[in-house]
């Protein structure tokens, strides 16, 4: 796997709008790997806003072409390619920092005029309801939650454009979780770094970003 990150130029048109919009930002690193067949990508992304920087972490299975990013959208450009070798070297019971930008939900059954229910993700908005979520997708992915933190983000709000412009308008809830948490499962947890946490993936929900403790 690969590990990027992108710094982007908010004088850029297309990176102040991609900042503002999850689904645009998909739409633009998805041409990253417009040459890689979609049974073959699983990318990951986050988007960071601190201290007046606003940077994209994004994990991919392949290397990203960075030509395919529009003139001026970064001011600097990394990738990493030798995450996967530093994955390879995790062991049970190290101990790891994490962060996880995520979308907690539980699934509820909406009743329809034609008498059947209709499956849909409603927020979870309680701390302690996010607690268990998170603690639940961790020990279920081969993780321990040791120690961790809660902030809830401001609310998104996403509208499809084209062909889905008619769709739904996406309402997410993120919350941040950093801390630390013991690898119980090597393997699981190696499938649980690789395929994210939660729903809304295509929306920057889910990357678990790892340091040493």
Not at 18 to 47: G, I, Q, W
Not at 70 to 80: A, S, V
Request: net charge positive; with cysteine; aromatic share 8%.
């Amino acid at each position: 796997m690969y590990l990027s990150r992108l710094t982007l130029n908010l004088r850029s048109r297309e990176a102040r709008r991609d900042a503002n919009s999850s689904y645009e930002l998909h739409s633009t690193l998805m041409r990253l790997f417009a040459n890689v067949p979609k049974e073959m990508e699983r990318m990951l992304f986050r988007c960071d806003c601190r201290d007046g920087s606003t940077t994209v972490l994004i994990q991919s299975r392949t290397k990203p072409d960075f030509a395919a990013l529009p003139q001026g959208y970064c001011t600097d450009m990394k990738c990493r390619d030798d995450y996967a070798e530093k994955l390879n070297t995790l062991q049970v019971g190290q101990q790891l920092r994490f962060r996880l930008t995520a979308n907690p939900t539980r699934k509820v059954w909406i009743p329809q005029p034609n008498g059947e229910k209709h499956p849909t993700r409603s927020p979870l908005h309680l701390p302690d309801q996010q607690e268990k979520w998170l603690r639940r997708k961790m020990t279920d992915g081969g993780a321990d939650v040791i120690t961790f933190s809660i902030e809830r983000q401001t609310t998104r709000r996403n509208t499809k454009r084209g062909e889905k412009a008619n769709q739904k308008e996406q309402i997410h809830v993120p919350v941040l979780f950093e801390g630390v948490l013991m690898i119980k499962n090597r393997v699981s947890f190696l499938h649980l770094v690789e395929g994210g946490i939660g729903s809304a993936k295509g929306y920057g929900f889910g990357l678990l970003s790892l340091a040493p403790a």
